[in-house]
C-alpha cells in the first residue's frame, strides 16, 4: 500500500525546519553554543530518545553540554530533516537573566543588548557570561540566572503557547552583550520602582460603633 502525504501539511513543516536552521546557524556564526532541542509535536517535545518521557522543552540528544557548540557542518546535520527548538547552552559566551514579565518590560528599556520573549511573558536579558547573580537577586525566586549547565530557547522555537520572539534583537546592538553587573544593578533599581508603584493595601477603617450598632 503507498501512503499519500498531504503537501499543505510536509511544506510548512519543510518551512519550519529551514527557518529553525537558519536561526542556529546565524546565532552560531556569532559564536554562540546551540543545541538541538526536542521537536514540538501538539503539545508536547519528542526527542526520539528511548526511555524519554519529558514532554518539556528539553535538548534532543545525550551528552548534550559536550556537542553544544557553533560548527556550522553539525548544525546543518541537526537540522537536515526534522524541525529541532533551538536552544542556546549558556554559561559559555552567554549567559541569561530570566525574569517576569512586568519587571522585564521596566528593565528592557534601559539594557543595551539582546531581550527575548517567551509566549508566557518571561523576558530573558542575553549578557556577558561570568557573573553570578548578586545576593539580593538570590531571594527572588522569580528571577533565574541561566549559566554554567544551563541552556534556553531562543527565537524563533515554538513553544506550546507560541512562539519564542525577540524584543530586542541581537543585531541591533551588533551581537555586543551587556556586563552582567551592571543589567544586576538595573534590574534591582526596576524591582525598587515596581515595588513602590505598586498600589498600597489599604485597611478597611472599623464600622463607628453607632452605625454598627444600628445595623
Do not use: N
Not at 556577558?128 to 533565574?144: A, M, S, T, Y
Amino acid at each position: 500500500m503507498r501512503w499519500h502525504c498531504d503537501p499543505q501539511r510536509i511544506r510548512p513543516r519543510r518551512l519550519r525546519r529551514r527557518a529553525l536552521r537558519r536561526a542556529a546557524l546565524r546565532y552560531a556564526d556569532h559564536g554562540w553554543h546551540v543545541v538541538p532541542g526536542a521537536c514540538l509535536v501538539g503539545t508536547r517535545f519528542d526527542c526520539d530518545q528511548p526511555g524519554c518521557h519529558t514532554v518539556a522543552c528539553h535538548p534532543a540528544v545525550p551528552h548534550w553540554e559536550a556537542v553544544a557548540g557553533h560548527d556550522q557542518y553539525l548544525i546543518r546535520d541537526w537540522w537536515r530533516s526534522l524541525h529541532h527548538a533551538v536552544l542556546l547552552a549558556t554559561g559559555r559566551t552567554v549567559d541569561v537573566l530570566e525574569v517576569p514579565a512586568a519587571l522585564g518590560r521596566t528593565l528592557a528599556a534601559a539594557v543595551h543588548g539582546p531581550v527575548s520573549v517567551a509566549p508566557s511573558g518571561r523576558m530573558l536579558f542575553l549578557v556577558r557570561p561570568g557573573q553570578g547573580l548578586r545576593p539580593e537577586l538570590q531571594r527572588r525566586l522569580d528571577v533565574v540566572l541561566h549559566g554554567t549547565g544551563s541552556w534556553v530557547p531562543l527565537p524563533p522555537t515554538d513553544l506550546p503557547g507560541g512562539r519564542m520572539r525577540w524584543e530586542t534583537p541581537p543585531e541591533e546592538y551588533d551581537w555586543l552583550l551587556p556586563d552582567p553587573y551592571a543589567v544586576q544593578s538595573l534590574l534591582l533599581s526596576a524591582a525598587q520602582t515596581l515595588a513602590e508603584d505598586r498600589p498600597k493595601r489599604t485597611v478597611p477603617r472599623p464600622y463607628p460603633q453607632a452605625l454598627r450598632s444600628a445595623a
